[in-house]
């Protein structure tokens, strides 16, 4: 069944298409029957039929639409067992014929609550969008989606070329129900930025290629997710080089004693400990959003059933930011036979 988000100041509400009706409408926004229009995204004016009804062939599925109109407000304000004579107010009768026409209080003009919002201009430079510039938009309740944003960016920079806008990775942003409405495009916590869509489709371009190689060297990004943890422990000198030994002490089956002083052993059980279970990690796991080691793999997927977010720098998509590690099993196996005795 289609529907249509109508709103009229702070309220908003989702009608099916039967409900599209002046009566309802006006029931529901406190406004006359008899005044009542819509506006769309466009500003354009859209007006009922004689039935009262709204073509559904001038609205868009799941549309916003600004609803205008005479308040009721107005009206009952005057108190319904008053006196008729009420009236008597009325101009002289060489003037009815102005009075009468003003009788009818006119609308009352609403200012639309407008928004800001900064707008990142970005550029395609080596492969990798660069902002240059930055842009604040002024929008109101009914210009906040991704057709009416790209509009204002379009009007302010006064050029023809088409732009897309993304999130700060290049991601286009879509035209969908998340992306209409205030509260998405208010929020200057979310970065936003205005790509061309020569640049676009170039980026686009260049990350396809990144995932075909990626895929055709997995065991390169193991490597690199491995190089992301030493790099991560750089400052922990001694204790890197304390686990390559055992790296290699179980690899050729030798058994040495292997000591460390009290500060270097807290250090080395700090970093390759369990964020979740506390406990020596087993079947490693890598978070990307941190770089750093987070955990044991069963750990991990108990703690993906439960949360999306990390648990060691709480970001969200922890679910796809996940890389088992492997190689160091022996290494680690050894680590905690010796500092979690």
């Not at 992306?179 to 396809?208: C, I, Y």
Request: with cysteine; net charge negative; hydrophobic share 35%.
């Amino acid at each position: 069944m289609d529907s249509y988000v109508l709103f009229k100041g702070t309220k908003r509400l989702t009608l099916k298409e039967e409900d599209m009706t002046t009566e309802k409408i006006s029931r529901i926004f406190q406004v006359h029957c008899t005044s009542l229009y819509i506006t769309d995204d466009s500003n354009v004016a859209i007006f009922p039929g004689n039935d009262g009804r709204f073509s559904t062939l001038d609205l868009l599925v799941r549309g916003h639409y600004e609803v205008h109109g005479e308040g009721m407000e107005e009206s009952s304000s005057v108190p319904a067992s008053y006196n008729p004579t009420r009236f008597s107010f009325h101009r002289p009768q060489s003037t009815a014929g102005a009075s009468t026409s003003s009788a009818r209080p006119s609308p009352r003009v609403t200012v639309a609550k407008t928004f800001q919002r900064t707008i990142f201009i970005a550029e395609l430079v080596d492969g990798r969008l660069e902002t240059s510039k930055t842009l604040t938009v002024r929008f109101s309740e009914f210009e906040a989606s991704v057709v009416g944003i790209t509009r204002k960016v379009n009007e302010a920079l006064e050029q023809e070329e088409l732009i897309i806008l993304t999130d700060g990775q290049g991601n286009k942003i879509l035209e969908t129900e998340g992306t209409r409405g205030s509260a998405f495009w208010k929020q200057n916590a979310r970065k936003v930025l205005a790509v061309r869509e020569e640049d676009f489709l170039q980026l686009q371009g260049s990350k396809k290629r990144k995932l075909s190689r990626r895929d055709d060297n997995g065991l390169d990004a193991v490597y690199d997710q491995i190089e992301e943890v030493i790099l991560a422990a750089q400052e922990l000198r001694e204790v890197s080089t304390t686990i390559r030994e055992l790296t290699e002490l179980a690899n050729s089956n030798r058994s040495t004693a292997v000591s460390l002083r009290a500060a270097d052993a807290a250090a080395v059980k700090d970093a390759f400990a369990c964020v979740v279970c506390k406990g020596p990690v087993v079947e490693p796991i890598v978070a990307t959003c941190c770089q750093s080691l987070i955990g044991c793999l069963t750990c991990t997927e108990e703690w993906k059933k439960n949360s999306a977010f990390c648990p060691k720098c709480r970001a969200d998509e922890f679910g796809i930011n996940t890389v088992r590690v492997t190689g160091l099993s022996d290494a680690l196996a050894a680590l905690g036979n010796a500092l979690w005795q």
